[in-house]
């Protein structure tokens, strides 16, 4: 009997040990601790002429908080797709690849249904550290670690924007996740406790990358297995994205024969304000309703910083129909080639 409990509590010891370690290499704690998070503090951004063109620049244009994302839209609406007057007041995402339903909340100051009640410093941790205004996990969707390299000043210009717009009164569900993704995604957030620098804008690498970080491109043009980046192939193309009833494989930007490297800077501001390559028309689903407003000399930047990129040779042709891609792993036009 002795030797039994003997032998029984050193298996549960074992058990126990296995399952810490287990556990530390692989999903790491923060799924059943929660996320880290910093506490709030009373900051305020106070709001200036310039601090309002900045962030109206940013939340439209660059990032497209108010335009891309927390908005309703009709990617096959003419003349633009978020319906007027609605700017910020937020959307059910309607892509059907999202592990549950995804709320991208109205941000206009209405005090019922939209952010009026929230803090300066609550908006600002909910941007780049990914913890809503109720201390709930933000699906990393919500671009937050992207926005972790937002400068400070960046920051306060786009909370100062959303203060101005004006209130909508737009009523949404909650943000509901599917199990095991709701927990797995606490381990996303990141506080930040030190100063984010201005970018440095003279070196327009440096600057591009900056651009293309706050603009998400990489969201949709590296492929990705399971929410993970496929590595090595950074903007190199193929992830398909799916939206009402319309989808599209992304582009390779790297300068490879098989990506852009027949562009020069003025195809490039064509491509992005127009929409048209040419006399090519890009899909909707490239937003270009959202970067068409982008200045000359951000999206000359942003190619600048393109064009450091290591060229992936990675065809993907959206004339052709979807086949399945060894290097991406993943299905798209052209894929059997690669
Ligand atoms: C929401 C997803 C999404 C985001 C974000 C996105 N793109 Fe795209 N992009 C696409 C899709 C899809 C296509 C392919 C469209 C087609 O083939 O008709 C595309 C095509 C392009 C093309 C055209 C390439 C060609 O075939 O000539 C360029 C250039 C481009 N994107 C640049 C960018 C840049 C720069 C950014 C960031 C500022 C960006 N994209 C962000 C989805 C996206």
Redesign the pocket.
């Known amino acids: 009997m002795k030797k039994l409990c003997k032998f029984l509590s050193y298996a549960l010891l074992t058990l126990v040990v296995l399952l810490v370690v287990g556990i530390s290499l692989t999903i790491g704690w923060r799924p059943i601790l929660g996320p880290k998070a910093r506490p709030l503090t009373a900051r305020q951004f106070e709001a200036t002429p310039q601090r309002l063109q900045r962030g109206h620049y940013i939340a439209t244009a660059?990032s497209?908080c108010t335009t891309?994302c927390h908005a309703p839209r009709n990617l096959s609406a003419a003349g633009g797709f978020v319906a007027p007057g609605m700017e910020g007041a937020g959307q059910v995402m309607p892509i059907p690849t999202l592990p549950g339903r995804v709320v991208a909340p109205n941000l206009t100051p209405d005090p019922q249904t939209g952010a009026g009640n929230w803090t300066d410093d609550q908006l600002a941790r909910a941007i780049r550290e990914g913890i809503g205004h109720d201390g709930r996990t933000l699906f990393p969707f919500m671009p937050y670690p992207n926005f972790r390299s937002m400068s400070d000043e960046d920051l306060a210009s786009v909370i100062v924007y959303l203060r101005s717009l004006p209130p909508v009164h737009h009523e949404l569900p909650a943000t509901e996740i599917i199990f095991p993704v709701k927990y797995l995604m606490r381990s996303a957030p990141e506080p930040i406790t030190e100063a984010v620098a201005a970018p440095d804008r003279s070196d327009p690498v440096k600057y591009g990358r900056y651009?293309?970080t706050l603009?998400?491109?990489?969201?949709?043009?590296t492929p990705q297995e399971k929410g993970q980046a496929v590595p090595g192939m950074e903007l190199a193309?193929g992830f398909?994205?799916a939206e009402s009833g319309l989808s599209?494989?992304?582009?390779?930007?790297t300068s490879d024969a098989s990506g852009?490297s027949y562009?020069d800077e003025a195809l490039?501001i064509q491509?992005?304000r127009t929409g048209y390559?040419k006399a090519?028309?890009?899909?909707p689903?490239?937003?270009i309703d959202?970067?068409k407003n982008?200045s000359d000399d951000d999206l000359k930047a942003?190619?600048a910083y393109?064009r450091t990129l290591t060229p992936v040779k990675h065809r993907?042709d959206?004339s052709l129909p979807p086949t399945y891609c060894k290097l991406c792993r993943m299905k798209h036009g052209g894929g059997d080639q690669n």
């Open positions: 660059l497209g891309g651009l293309v603009g998400s491109c990489r969201e949709c043009h193309g398909t994205v599209a494989a992304t582009a390779n930007l852009i562009y490039f491509a992005l390559v090519r028309k890009l899909s689903l490239m937003p959202v970067y982008l942003m190619f393109l993907v959206n």
